[in-house]
């Protein structure tokens, strides 16, 4: 049971390239969303989808852009990447937005822009 | 705003010590309470988690009671393993508002033989 997969789990970009992060989940949930994590500011929410075909703004969206096209695939942009993006992003999915149920993670990307 | 302040550490006990981990929150309406861990290397995993006023949560020896009184989610484990050695992360996710899972900014733990 593979659960939430990301790929690829580390990434050297040099500042302005472009990359997409992708996310993969195969329990059929509803919801997904792209946290990142640096040190002393816990997790932090991107972006976040409530179904297929929907992209919301989380907390920190500025500088990425998503994409749900289908159920099990989210997936992150990065368009211009800069230093300030260099973190550990992680891709989690739930059955449902209020969180009664758990949140599944996946083991997360290390992207160092330079 | 919704919000989690918990205990940033590093903390650092030896092995059998007691561990508490405290963690408060801000939030409207309701929040279901979360506490997830996270391994070296690892995505974040469940650890426990409460829906309602006075509920405790409990899994692998730690437990949590959802006190609305005074608006906390305290962490505990009466002996602490080296295993326990991780990163902890409380968290809520508000009912009738913002929905979304809110992190704290997560406390490492570190458990010496």
């Known amino acids: 049971n593979a659960g939430v997969t990301q790929t690829p789990k580390f990434r050297v970009l040099k500042t302005g390239q472009s990359m997409t992060l992708l996310c993969a989940q195969d329990?059929?949930?509803?919801?997904m969303y792209w946290y990142r994590q640096d040190p002393g500011m816990g997790l932090r929410l991107i972006h976040y989808s409530v179904g297929e075909g929907t992209t919301a703004k989380g907390e920190v969206p500025d500088g990425y852009n998503v994409s749900r096209l289908k159920k099990q695939n989210f997936l992150l942009g990065l368009e211009s990447a800069a230093p300030s993006q260099t973190s550990v992003y992680f891709c989690a999915s739930s059955a449902n937005l209020q969180g009664y149920t758990e949140a599944f993670f996946g083991q997360g990307t290390r992207l160092t822009v330079v | 705003g919704n919000s989690v302040t918990q205990m940033e550490g590093p903390v650092t006990l030896s092995e059998e010590a007691f561990l508490t981990i405290n963690c408060t929150y801000t939030a409207t309406g309701y929040p279901s309470l979360f506490w997830y861990v996270q391994y070296p290397g690892e995505g974040l995993q469940l650890l426990l988690k409460?829906?309602?006023?006075?509920d405790k949560g409990s899994n692998k020896g730690f437990e949590a009671t959802y006190r609305k009184e005074t608006t906390s989610f305290h962490l505990e484990k009466g002996s602490v393993q080296v295993s326990d050695s991780a990163v902890y992360f409380c968290?809520?996710?508000?009912?009738?508002?913002?929905?979304?899972?809110?992190f704290g900014k997560g406390m490492k733990l570190t458990v010496n033989p």
């Open positions: 409460a829906t309602k006023a006075d």
């Open positions: 968290a809520l996710s508000a009912r009738g508002g913002s929905e979304k899972l809110v």
């Open positions: 329990m059929n949930h509803e919801y």
